[in-house]
Each structure stands twice: as structure tokens, then as C-alpha cells.
């Protein structure tokens, strides 16, 4: 167990870089070699790789008896894989699945059309949800940390610099909340661009509908 916590970021990385491999292996024998058994059993392997990463969050956090940043991005990444991340995989399984589809084009694209459209209306809906659980649980942090500021707009100028620059940890009743802010705002601005790229996506889908 030493071991593994000593090189828990090495394990961390090669894992989720087996997983993206198993996720080509999956979509390779489901569609090309049509080996529904073997696929599944790729699944079964990425399944097997999350439980080892939850495992690894867990090791540490037995050797350090704290929480850390390494468990607060185990944490975030488990997360998406249960909730956006199961979904983003749906919809690559079907957009494969489309191409493999000997229906005729004129059906493939209607159909491409009407689910960008509720992707996008599922993903804006995901995304003012996100937003408000960020600003809520900013504006608690607030009022922990309010004896060090006058005003929420210091507060903010102050977290959003420590972003940059070094940070002042006396200014903080606990650095894990800028931590969990900083690692937080990364996964909010990511979720934004995938906002900005089904707005694009559906935008060029009406307008090559427009052009035929």
C-alpha cells in the first residue's frame, strides 16, 4: 500500500489512460468486429478501473488523514464518469452507431438534429444548475471567511488572484475550500465549452439544413 501511495498521480494517470484505451476496444468489438460478449467485457474492465481509482483516493487519504487535492480530482473525475461522463459516452456510442446504420442519409441527419437539440437543452439546464452550486457554496465561504473581508467583491478579487499568484493562506479558515474553488472552476469553465460546442454543433446542423 506504501507503494501505491507514493506513486498515486503515476497509477492515476496510466489508469485513466487505460480507460480511454478500453473505451476504443469497447466501441471497436461492438462495431466493427460485432463481438457484443467481448465489448462487455471491456466495460466490465472500465468499471474495474474506476473502483481502482475510488481505491487509490481511499489509500491516501488512510496515509495522509486528510483530505487532499489528489482526492478532491478522484473525487471530481468519478463524478463525471457517473453523471456527464455516462451520458457523453451514450452519445458517442450512438453517433458510431449512426455510422455503422445503413439507414438513408436524409433520416441519419433528422435524426442527428433532434438529439443535438436536447442534448444541448439537457446540457444548458446541467449548466445553470452547476453554475448556481458554484456561486451557492462560494457565498457560504463568504460567510466563513467573512472576519477577513468588508465586502463579497474583495473576497472575490481575493480567491480569483490566488488563482494566478501565490496564495495567502491566512486569509483562508481552511486552504482545502481553495482547493476545492480552484479545482471547481476548472470543471465549470470545461463544462461551459462543451455548452459552446453543442451551440455550435446545432447552429452548423440548421444551417447545412438550410443550404439543402
Known sequence: ??????????????SEGLTWVLVFFFLLSRYWLRF??????WLFFIVGINIFQILLGGIDF?????????????VLFITYACTLGS???????RFI???FDRRSKRHNRSDTQVELKEELTYRCLLLLLHTSAFGVMHMIWFVIDRFHY?????????IIGSWFGPINYDLLA????????????????????????????????NGCKRAL
Open 1 to 14: 500500500m506504501l507503494y501505491i501511495h507514493e506513486n498515486g498521480w503515476l497509477l492515476f494517470v496510466v
Open 36 to 41: 457484443d460478449r467481448l465489448s462487455q467485457m
Open 62 to 74: 488512510y496515509f495522509t488523514g486528510e483530505i487532499s487535492f489528489f482526492q478532491i480530482v478522484i
Open 87 to 93: 451520458s457523453d459516452f451514450a452519445r458517442l456510442d
Open 97 to 99: 452507431k449512426r455510422k
Open 150 to 158: 468588508e465586502n463579497f467583491t474583495d473576497f472575490t478579487y481575493s
Open 174 to 205: 481552511s486552504p482545502l475550500y481553495f482547493m476545492l474553488s480552484y479545482t471547481w472552476s476548472i470543471v465549470l469553465l470545461f463544462d461551459l465549452m462543451i455548452v459552446f460546442g453543442y451551440i455550435a454543433s446545432v447552429s452548423l446542423a
